[in-house]
């Protein structure tokens, strides 16, 4: 506790001042233009890993970055969404796995959480699809391989679920919105982001079209080992804040501090 009112207080007096009119402007209202969807490990701190300032991203963060279906719940989340695009007007999304995901592990051994931990398996049980699919179809991988695979296709998932939501659903259509899918490394630091067009996760300046002006997600599914085997093509030496994700709607301010910091 003793770190954290340190921490409290370096802020007042650091950053506070430094930030007078950004932090009068964000006393008016929020202008965040990324919801970005993470898991509620301790390890993974969005506006860290991404070096956003404060009022850059909307966020929501729980157990396995996971969003249930539209009305399988009345949880918090999907109100969270709904605020976030038709009142807030974002228009793009990340949702970001990470490796060595303790909801995953668990998620691998669904069953034995009943008694033990039985809200835990209740919430597990709301992506389903992804231990269905890992169980069906890369049954022959080792335990830490399934556990890579089963972090990438839970991504892939949500990112499913997040269609079932009909304000979702009609910004996809009318052109208005886009989805990335991104899985963190925390060992290394890593960013990859999901290329439907490699078939795989790449570091995410390199699946940028700079016609389109990011690379939204196009629904289909990872292929086997994409996520492990899939060797990324060389990043450009100087990215442009143009062709990052999203560049064609952010500011250019705003798409370096949140796509700039994931490509360090």
Known sequence: MKKLISGIRHFQSHYIPSHQELMA?????????????????????????????????????????????YEATNGGEGATIEYAIHALDIQQIIVCGHSNCGAMKGLLKLNQLQDSMPLVYDWLRHTEATRRLVKDNYSHLDKDEMLEVMVAENVLTQIENLRTYPVIHSKLHKGKLSIHAWIY???????????????????????????????????????????????????PKEPLPAHMPGAARLSRQQAERIFGGSMA
Not at 36 to 51: G, M, N, Q, Y
Not at 58 to 63: D, H, K, W
């Open 25 to 69: 402007e964000l006393s008016r209202e929020q202008h965040p233009r990324v919801l970005f969807i993470a898991c509620s490990d301790s390890r993974v701190d969005p506006a860290l890993l991404t070096h956003a300032d404060i009022g850059d991203l909307f966020v929501i963060r729980n157990a396995g970055n996971i969003i249930p279906p």
């Open 185 to 235: 490394k925390i060992e290394t630091g890593e960013v990859r982001s999901y290329d439907p067009k490699a078939h795989a996760f790449v570091p995410p300046y390199s699946a940028i079209d700079p016609d389109s002006g990011g690379d939204a997600f196009t629904g289909e599914t990872l292929g086997p080992m994409a996520a492990q085997h899939d060797e990324p093509s060389a990043p």
